[in-house]
DNA sequence: ATAACTCATTACCTACGCTAACGATGTGCC
DNA sequence: GGCACATCGTTAGCGTAGGTAATGAGTTAT
């Protein structure tokens, strides 16, 4: 009795530490999340972007696809794609053996947006990491990928 | 000549290192924010949300303090705000000298629905990190302050 | 009193989330 | 082969949200 109440306080307490550390780590990553988001230089809307960097992510895909990678309705990823396609960013095509479908590619103006965004942001960060200490700098980069794996949960 | 060759080419290959940890840092981030995202249940938009959570951590305030915190320009801080004081999520208040001025108050229904949204979300990642063994689990105990800088940078 | 500045709002445009409806195409069954 | 059903992407319409330009009310400085 004595020993189950033991392990029930211990048990309490680690659960608890676990939810502030969540909290701590959410909203860390949160406030990260979105500071990186201001070295955007493009205008391009987040939307847009997002859907680049899927297709660039995963390959040509068909529209449903993507909006099932973008988590929205179909028409939603109608609109983007016209609009990414007007501005020769992606490119619309047949499906080889479904006339229903349409396959979008990444064009080569895609990539380069693609990659002048990312190497902007990566930039930054690297910058911020080269000030600070390398025993912070050593613990950041042993965490990430447990983070990455966080994500992926 | 040595030397300074020597040096030269420690430091690019720290720039080089450092550039990496940006790289995998950003989009694990990036990934790790989007998944905590998902975790999402209201039927309030991201932009909503955020207008909340701003006026929650910083107080009540005049509507272009807002805008300027969310980075919009002042109409589309109206618009939004219309929205969530007709939700009843916000109070919209003259300000106590200058009659220009709005004032925005959460409400205590907006006091909830974010208190409930935040809780949902640290209580999956509190469970996802529950599953990780306990030495990653201190790694990022260590690590979520380092975080916690970069973001205010 | 007047000019200049500040504040929030309105109007209009573009972009994007949704649902409902639709036509074209593909599949399976008789 | 014909038909019913399923799948795919699109169109139409509604609501939300980003912008600019313009506006009226209020405040400050001269």
Same mark, same amino acid.
């Given at each position: 009795?004595?020993?189950?109440? #033991?392990?029930? @306080?211990?048990?309490? #307490? ?5 939810? &502030?550390?969540?909290?701590? /780590? @959410?909203?860390? /990553?949160?406030?990260?999340? &979105?500071?990186l988001?201001r070295e955007r230089?493009?205008? %391009?809307?987040?939307?847009? $972007? ?6 660039? #992510? ?7 696809? %993507?909006?099932?990678? *973008?988590? /929205?309705? !179909? !028409? ?7 609009? =990414?396609?007007?501005?020769?960013? =992606?490119?619309?095509?047949?499906? !080889?053996?479904? &006339?229903?479908?349409? /396959? ?8 380069? %947006? $693609?990659?002048? *965004? &990312? #190497?902007r942001r990566?930039?930054w =960060?690297?910058?911020?990491?080269? *000030? $600070? ?14 983070? *990455?794996? %966080?994500?992926?949960?």
């Amino acid at each position: 009795m004595s020993y189950a109440n #033991q392990m029930s @306080a211990d048990t309490r #307490q680690s659960t608890h530490a676990d939810a &502030r550390l969540a909290e701590l /780590v @959410a909203a860390s /990553v949160t406030r990260l999340a &979105r500071r990186l988001r201001r070295e955007r230089r493009t205008d %391009l809307t987040a939307t847009q $972007l997002s859907v680049l960097g899927t297709i660039r #992510q995963h390959g040509p895909m068909a529209m449903g696809t %993507l909006a099932a990678y *973008e988590r /929205v309705r !179909p !028409p939603s990823i109608t609109r983007t794609v016209h609009y =990414l396609a007007e501005l020769g960013l =992606l490119r619309r095509e047949a499906h !080889p053996s479904d &006339r229903r479908q349409v /396959v979008l590619h990444l064009s080569v103006d895609g990539e380069e %947006l $693609l990659a002048a *965004e &990312r #190497q902007r942001r990566d930039a930054w =960060l690297a910058q911020r990491l080269r *000030e $600070l200490d390398p025993a912070d700098k050593e613990l950041v980069r042993r965490a990430v990928g447990v983070l *990455e794996r %966080l994500a992926h949960a």
